[in-house]
């Protein structure tokens, strides 16, 4: 049924083999739940600037509704489960930050159950920021430090940049501020 991608602990999904109750089930939940996020920031760091490049998938639902995220989570083989509980409304929330998840089971997904709502034009946007930021290099901070992080070309943070502002759903907006909003 699935495959096992060398140096991988757990199988890999293979859309392929997605029943399509699920894939059109899943479509229509994110159509409405879901969220794709592309998050561009520069900052100054001492003598030096960083870049951050991160592409995230999720779904947040009431509490009371863990059970489809968990299902969820156990269909795809992929993301994280996180509470938050608020005063109003407890939710829990299910995500997929590592960027060949991304690749090769979020996008693959999404091309053969596509999106219906705004989200198709948004989900487009993401899935090339989502290529870019697979295709960056990786590098070590310091020798003989643990931090890691991704170097992106001058043309790769551009458009990465671009593809942000496009999708009016950097991470301004997904915190509620004012400047960025939905089409």
């Known amino acids: 049924m699935n495959s096992l991608e060398q140096g991988e ?5 293979r859309i392929e083999e997605l029943p399509e109750g699920f894939g059109y089930w899943f479509s229509g939940l994110v159509d409405g739940e879901g969220f794709f996020l592309i998050y561009a920031n520069e900052r100054e760091r001492g003598k030096y600037f960083t870049r951050e490049a991160d592409v995230r998938f999720g ?3 009431r509490d009371d509704d863990a059970h489809v995220l968990q299902y969820v989570q156990q269909v795809l083989h992929c993301g994280t489960l996180s509470y938050e509980d608020t005063a109003c ?3 829990l929330s299910f995500g997929i930050t590592r960027a060949k998840d991304l ?3 979020i996008v693959p997904l999404f091309r053969r159950f596509p999106l219906h709502t705004k989200k198709a034009r948004e ?3 993401w899935a090339e920021a989502v290529q870019i930021r ?3 290099v990786m590098y070590r901070s ?3 430090r643990s931090r890691t992080g991704h170097f992106l070309s001058d043309a790769q943070w551009n458009r990465f940049k671009e ?4 999708t009016r759903y950097g991470i301004k907006a997904y915190q509620g501020r004012s400047e960025y909003t939905s089409w």
């Open 103 to 105: 690749l090769f089971v």
């Open 89 to 91: 409304n407890p939710r």
């Open 142 to 144: 310091t020798p003989g």
């Open 134 to 136: 697979y295709n960056s």
């Open 123 to 125: 989900f487009e946007l």
């Open 9 to 13: 602990l757990f199988p890999r999904l």
């Open 59 to 61: 779904i947040n639902l």
């Open 163 to 166: 593809l942000e502002r496009e």
